[in-house]
């Protein structure tokens, strides 16, 4: 059974930084365009990020010109570096499949900015 695990969030104060893992036990993984997905509470999850095989990247406005995904396919990982953090971005942060059949969903990982 694939499993994706992330890793890496925490507490920071406001236009602090962060930078999110995502490991995939995904066979291919290389040719899998992967994205990171945010929640936040009362909110429907949605797309922050996604990138593709071939690295072409593509961002939500809301995080456009903060944060950076970027991938390592022989550790077959995800990054997502999150840089001048703003409260409006506290969720839990979760990776999976961007196109095609879903992944079960890892368990997420907490990002909580404030003061």
């Known amino acids: 059974q694939v499993q994706v695990v992330e890793s890496g969030g925490g507490l920071v104060q406001p236009g602090g930084s962060l930078r999110l893992s995502c490991a995939a036990s995904l066979s291919a993984f290389q040719i899998n365009t992967i994205g990171w997905y945010r929640q936040a509470p009362g909110k429907q999850r949605e797309v922050v990020a996604y990138?593709?095989?071939?690295?072409?990247?593509n961002y939500a406005d809301a995080v456009k010109g903060r944060f950076m995904i970027s991938r390592d396919n022989a550790k077959k990982t995800v990054y997502l570096q999150m840089n001048s953090l703003k409260p409006e971005d506290t969720a839990v942060y979760y990776c999976n499949r961007a196109f095609g059949p879903m992944l079960n969903w890892g368990q997420g990982t907490q990002v909580t900015v404030s003061s």
């Open positions: 990138i593709t095989s071939d690295t072409v990247t």
